[in-house]
C-alpha cells in the first residue's frame, strides 16, 4: 500500500508541476506534417563545420551584436511586464556549441557559437534565446519547479520507507535529487520553446532576417541527431524547434508587433 501511495504522491506532484510549467505566451501550434519537413530538411543538411576564429574577434562580434539586440530586448522584456531587463553580457573561450543564461541576469555565449555560425543573424538568435529566458523568469520558475520537485521526491520516498525512512537519510536525498531533476525536466522543454519565440521577436524587431536566423536552429538539430523529444530531454529535438520557428516568423510577417499572451 505504501508502494502505491508513494507512487500516486510523485506522480500527483509531477501533475502540478507540468500543470504549473503552461508558458506565458501562445506558442505556435506545431503539426506533424511540419515537423516532418524539417526533419528533412535538417537530414539534408550537410554535418557543420566550424572555422577558426580568434577570441578578440569573437567578443568583438558578439558584443556588437548584443548591443545591437538591446533595445528590441529591452522592448519585449517591458511589453512582458518583467521589471529586472538589464543584462549582463560574458564570453566564454571555450569551442562548444553553448550558450545559456544564469541567475545572476548573466547571458553566457560560447567562442563555438561564433565559430559554427554562418551569419550574424544567427548568432544575434542564440544570444536573444538567452535574454529571452530572463524576460519570461525561467530561471526563477526552474528554481522553483525544482525545490518543489525535491520535497515530492522526498515525501514519496518516505511514504515507500516507512518507519525505516529515519534511518535511511541517505535513500530520501536520492529521492529529493530525483524529484529536483524531474521538477527541472518538467519545466524546460516548454522554457526552450518559448524562448526560441520571444527570440524571433526580439530579432525581429532588431532588423535581423528571421529565415538567416533559423540557420543556427538547423545546424544544431544536425549536430545532435535528435528527431523526436523524449520525457527526459531538456531541450527540444531540432525539428520541433524548426518548425516552431517557422511559425513564429509567419507569424511576425503577418503583422504581430509583440509575442501573443495567453
Same mark, same amino acid.
Given at each position: +500500500?505504501?508502494? @502505491? ?14 500543470? !504549473? ?10 503539426? #506533424?506534417?511540419?515537423?516532418? =519537413? ?22 568583438? $562580434? ?7 539586440? @538591446? ?5 519585449? !522584456?517591458?511589453?512582458?511586464?518583467? /521589471? /529586472? !531587463? ?12 553553448? =550558450? ?12 563555438? %557559437? ?14 536573444? /534565446?538567452?535574454?529571452?529566458?530572463? %524576460? ?26 516507512? #518507519? ?11 529521492? +529529493? ?12 522543454? @516548454?522554457?526552450? +520553446? ?14 535581423? #532576417? ?8 538547423? @545546424?544544431?538539430? $544536425? ?22 520557428? #517557422? ?16
Amino acid at each position: +500500500m505504501l508502494r @502505491k501511495t508513494s507512487f500516486f504522491v510523485f506522480v500527483l506532484g509531477l501533475l502540478f508541476l507540468a500543470g !504549473c510549467a503552461t508558458p506565458q505566451h501562445q506558442l505556435p501550434d506545431i503539426q #506533424d506534417n511540419r515537423v516532418y =519537413a524539417a526533419a528533412a530538411e535538417i537530414a539534408a543538411t550537410p554535418e557543420p563545420t566550424p572555422r577558426e576564429v580568434s577570441d578578440h574577434e569573437a567578443v568583438a $562580434r558578439i558584443s556588437a551584436l548584443y548591443n545591437q539586440l @538591446k533595445p528590441a530586448a529591452l522592448e519585449v !522584456c517591458r511589453y512582458v511586464g518583467e /521589471h /529586472h !531587463c538589464e543584462w549582463e553580457l560574458t564570453y566564454s573561450p571555450e569551442e562548444e556549441v553553448n =550558450a545559456y543564461a544564469s541567475d545572476a541576469a548573466t547571458v553566457v555565449i560560447y567562442k563555438g %557559437i561564433v565559430q559554427y555560425a554562418r551569419s550574424d543573424a544567427e548568432i544575434a538568435m542564440v544570444i536573444a /534565446h538567452e535574454m529571452a529566458h530572463h %524576460i519570461a523568469d525561467h530561471i526563477r520558475e526552474s528554481q522553483n519547479s525544482q525545490a518543489v520537485g525535491a520535497i515530492i521526491g522526498g515525501v514519496a520516498m518516505t511514504l515507500l520507507l516507512g #518507519d525505516a525512512a529515519a534511518y535511511s537519510g541517505q535513500v530520501i536525498a536520492d529521492g +529529493m535529487q530525483i524529484g529536483a531533476v524531474a521538477g527541472a525536466l518538467t519545466f524546460s522543454r @516548454k522554457q526552450e +520553446m518559448e524562448a526560441d519565440y520571444l527570440s524571433a521577436y526580439i530579432i525581429a524587431r532588431a532588423g535581423f #532576417d528571421l529565415d538567416a536566423g533559423r540557420g543556427i536552429l538547423v @545546424k544544431l538539430g $544536425r549536430m545532435s541527431g535528435r528527431t523526436e523529444s523524449t520525457v527526459l530531454d531538456t531541450h527540444p529535438a531540432g525539428p520541433e524547434r524548426l518548425a516552431a520557428w #517557422d511559425l513564429a516568423a509567419a507569424e511576425i510577417r503577418s503583422g504581430s508587433p509583440m509575442p501573443r499572451k495567453r
